[in-house]
Nanobody, 114 residues
Framework: QVQLVESGGDLVQAGGSLSLSCAAS????????MGWYRQAPGKERELVGF???????YYVDSVKGRFTISRDNAKNTVYLQMNSLKPEDTAMYYC????????WGQGTQVTVSS
């Protein structure tokens, strides 16, 4: 059974930083593409970015230069470092993994106050 468990969500002031973690189990982590989505109230879930097993990364334009995804294959954990946070980054953040099929975490709330 695959489980993705996020942690690290919090309330932070604009301009601040926050780091999210996602611990994965039951998945071949080293060959999986791992990433993050987010969903703000009243909006559709959107891709934030992902890290492929080959080491390449992709970020949506709105977070480029501010967010960084990293992964520790030895710990089966993917991270999302968020800097220069803006109120529009407020959302539920979901860990996402793809290894033959898609898997989702339960989400962790990030709230950025102005």
């Amino acid at each position: 059974q695959v489980q993705l468990v996020e942690s690290g969500g919090d309330l932070v002031q604009a301009g601040g930083s926050l780091s999210l973690s996602c611990a994965a189990s039951g998945i071949m982590f080293s060959i999986a593409t791992m990433g993050w989505y987010r969903q703000a109230p009243g909006k559709e879930r959107e891709l934030v970015g992902f890290s492929s097993s080959g080491g390449s990364s992709y970020y949506v334009d709105s977070v480029k230069g501010r967010f960084t995804i990293s992964r520790d294959n030895a710990k089966n954990t993917v991270y999302l470092q968020m800097n220069s946070l803006k109120p529009e980054d407020t959302a539920m953040y979901y860990c996402w993994g793809h290894e033959r099929e898609e898997y989702w975490g339960q989400g962790t709330q990030v709230t950025v106050s102005s």
